[in-house]
């Protein structure tokens, strides 16, 4: 069973700055990738961010030049650095990891952004 934990969300002034973690424990495969997404109330869930095991990413457009993802050494965790924020960035924020045939999801953490 995998499990992903997800921190470091919280409260920022428009402008601001947050990173989030995400832990994976359980059985991890050296090929797969990982992803944040986000969700806002009454909006579908979106990819903000992903990247592979060999390091390649991709954002959506409404993120590139002001977050970035990255992998810590270990492999099985992955950090957003959220730079500035906008109100628009409100939403949870979930990781995924993704590893042949299966996915999986953390429990989400909230980032709020006041203007």
């Known amino acids: 069973q995998v499990q992903l934990v997800e921190s470091g969300g919280g409260l920022v002034q428009a402008g601001g700055s947050l990173r989030l973690s995400c832990a994976a424990s359980?059985?991890?495969?050296?090929?797969?990738?990982m992803a944040w997404y986000r969700q806002a109330p009454g909006k579908q869930r979106e990819l903000v961010a992903a990247i592979s095991s060999g390091g390649s990413t991709n954002y959506a457009d409404s993120v590139k030049g002001r977050f970035t993802i990255s992998r810590g050494n270990a492999k099985n965790t992955v950090y957003l650095q959220m730079a500035s924020l906008k109100p628009e960035d409100t939403a949870v924020y979930y990781c995924?990891?993704?590893?042949?045939?299966?996915?999986?999801w953390g429990q989400g953490t909230q980032v709020t952004v006041s203007s």
């Open positions: 359980g059985i991890i495969f050296s090929i797969n990738s």
């Open positions: 995924k990891l993704s590893q042949y045939a299966y996915t999986y």
